[in-house]
């Protein structure tokens, strides 16, 4: 059977997450239309008759400022080695700039294969797809070049047809029904952060954190006490909203997300706590699986 590892890089934004939620099937990584959401490296995991793939879904490429940051591109960079195949997804409906060029420079030293996917291909006219195809051939020497839409699925299970091709023969990595490597209480984490960066239209989702203090299984219900970090004291009252609003519809739903993903009941108590600066602290760092 073929078997191996296919990391997912490109810029924030470009589709990474929504592409391995569609390999997938599954929501495994989340999604917010916010830049820099994806935080750690998760794995998605595809097996098929004819083997396993496993997906690295990374943090947008961006210029870091925080330490968290710098870790996050230390998890990109960590990610590009010792993997089958680099797929790098470009949002096709976005000028090309110099973030791009960057990224194409980071991809020259790797010796894994490497696809180029052009991504959101149903918000581009087909004549434009060509000369972006050539463009990137010139820049970069790619195995294969595959235009597709993570959103909506064009060309996807095409491309996981062309990755098997490319994987080596190998054994099962993970059990043929397991579809992540997530931790329930990551997984629960990152929810609630989802919830709160979709609900909060402020400038929140940078200076926000979310880290599970108890997670308590009783039968068929899940005990979930988790706190929000931020960094100032008037991002606190934005979180909360007038009368305790906001915390209490970011907590709804993603109480009723958790259930529909883990199958059962869910109780879950959020506090928000202020903790300045926590984006350069490696202790917190630590507690968000961002230290060293």
């Known amino acids: ?26 929501k495994v990584s989340i999604v917010t239309d916010k830049p820099q959401t994806t ?8 097996t098929r008759p004819e083997g396993q793939a496993v997906f690295l879904d990374t943090p947008g490429i961006h210029k870091p ?6 870790r996050m591109m230390k998890s990109v960079r960590e990610s590009m080695s010792d993997v089958d195949i680099i797929l790098l997804i470009v949002d096709a409906s976005a000028a090309f700039g110099r973030g791009d ?39 970069a020497d790619f195995d294969e070049i595959i235009p597709i839409s993570a959103l909506k699925g064009d060309n996807v299970e095409s491309l996981l047809a062309v990755i098997f091709k490319y994987l080596p023969e190998g054994p099962m990595y993970y059990p043929a029904d397991q579809i992540s490597d997530q931790q329930e209480r990551t997984i629960a984490a990152e929810m609630i952060r989802e919830k709160l960066i979709v609900l909060t239209e402020e400038e929140l989702p940078h200076s926000t954190a979310v880290v599970i203090d108890r997670f308590e299984e009783e039968g068929n219900l899940y005990r979930i006490y988790a706190s929000i970090y931020v960094e100032r004291d008037s991002q606190k009252r934005i979180v909360i909203g007038k009368g305790g609003e906001k915390l209490k519809e970011v907590g709804t739903a993603a109480r009723k997300e958790m259930e529909s993903f883990f199958d059962r009941k869910i109780f879950l108590e959020l506090h928000v706590k202020v903790k300045k600066n926590w984006r350069d602290d490696p202790e917190t760092l630590r507690s968000l699986g961002l230290g060293e």
């Open 1 to 26: 059977m073929k078997s191996g590892f296919a990391s997912i890089i490109g810029r924030p934004n470009s589709g990474k997450s929504t592409l391995l939620n569609r390999l997938v099937e599954e």
């Open 39 to 46: 935080r750690h490296v998760v794995k998605g995991i595809v």
């Open 101 to 139: 060029e960057f990224v194409l420079e980071l991809l020259k030293p790797v010796s894994s294969k490497k696809f180029l996917l052009l991504n959101k291909i149903d918000r581009i006219e087909k004549k434009n797809l060509l000369p972006m195809i050539d463009r990137y051939s010139k820049l």
């Open 65 to 70: 400022i925080h330490r968290m940051n710098e």
